[in-house]
């Protein structure tokens, strides 16, 4: 019987020249010159995820993306220049900042102040070097936070570049939260695969924020998040990207730990957010939530899978979404209970508010449960803005673009109000209340 060989797209040939051209210059040797071999190679066989590929059904990335862009190149003074206000969301919040343009670290734009517990640095000098706590880090973490077979990881795997080695040590508070900021500073189309990893130790209490502020540009980004025992996590992403954005969390989080996240889209192209994350410990609480604000012909892309690997542990999921025009948003999270892990508290929710007759919301949440003595529950609606409420409104003088936006900010506010931090809470307020200024 014949072998038989799938075409590959342009983008995929593009990849695949890119990866050769620049596989004997990508920092690291040894098992992770192996690591990142075995990744292309299953990217070759298997290629671009697509509709067939279940978990990629709604995002057909071999579609989507017509083309691959050249590697960035290291930023020059210019491409600096033109990142140093990316970030300005939170501009009014006291944070460390940490930039990176077009993938590579920018020590220069960054706070580096030293700080009691907490050590930082650059990915790329951690696979370059030998014999520091940045390589002991990566070479105990790096591929191995979340077992996973996705493309998208499996490509940032073989062309990681640059990001963020951060180490907090065990019973560490940071005085502020840790902003890693990723811009892009060329002028021409460019695409970069940034890794960071992250690692916080028992008792510890940290606070980070991924902010992706990216023009032209094709980003590929992986955090891997390593959550100690007893410790409270804090994890934003924030995403404003005009061309192609696949970002994955690894995360795994230890006994005893609180850990929350917050997503927030807006004003993007192409956005897929997904989320592999291990409670690997017993009495362990997180909560997951987010809130894509989408227009034009925006296409954001929210996956979960949670994964409840020991007992005892407590999970909330609420994800809304705001769709005008042509866009077209997508949820799908999975919680999966393993057998072992009994008292398992999970509930999942995921609303969409349609503006638009035009606009298409694909929600498909899921539970996979293996275990019998478990709280486990699902929900998924679609609905528009409910007419007696802006009747109601109108009635009493306000005019019709205000009723609208008063009953959008009061859907969204519900997800945004659980932000712990005010700074940050009220930031990204003022964002949402911008996008709905901004609609006309």
Partial sequence: MADVTPMKTPAEQALTAAYEAARGKLVGKGALADLRADAFQRFEASGLPHRRVEEWKYTDLRML?????????????????????????LAGVDCRRLVFVDGAFAPELSDLTPEAGLTVGSLAEALANTGN?????????????????????????????????????DDTTLQRPIHLVFASGSDKPSASFVRSLVVIGKGAQVTIIEDHDSSE????????????????????????????????????????????????????????????????GEDTQGNIRGVSLLRGKEHVDTTLLIDHAAGHCASREQFKAVLDDQSHGVFQGKIVVEPHAQKTDAK???????????????????????ADDVACGHGATASALDPGLMFYLMSRGIGAKEAESLLIQSFIGEALEEIEHEGIREALTFAAVRWLGARG
């Fill in 65 to 89: 993306m017509r083309e691959a862009y050249p590697l960035a190149p290291a930023p020059d003074a210019a491409a600096k220049a033109r990142a140093k206000e990316a970030g300005q969301i």
């Fill in 348 to 370: 999942m929710m995921t609303r969409a508010l349609m503006l638009s007759d035009e606009a298409e919301s694909d929600n498909k949440p899921e539970l996979e449960i293996f």
């Fill in 133 to 169: 706590l940045g390589d002991a880090l990566v070479a105990e973490h790096v591929g191995k936070t979340f077992a996973t077979e996705d493309m998208a990881v499996a490509l940032n795997t073989a062309f990681m570049g640059d990001g963020a080695v951060i180490r907090v040590a």
């Fill in 217 to 280: 540009a094709q980003v590929n980004a992986v955090l891997e998040l390593v959550v100690g025992d007893d410790a409270k996590a804090d994890y934003y992403k924030i995403t404003r990207a005009k061309a192609l954005h696949v970002a994955s969390l690894l995360a795994s989080v230890g006994a005893g730990a609180m850990f929350d996240t917050f997503a927030f889209t807006s004003d993007s192209g192409v956005v897929r957010n997904q989320h592999f994350i291990r409670f690997a």
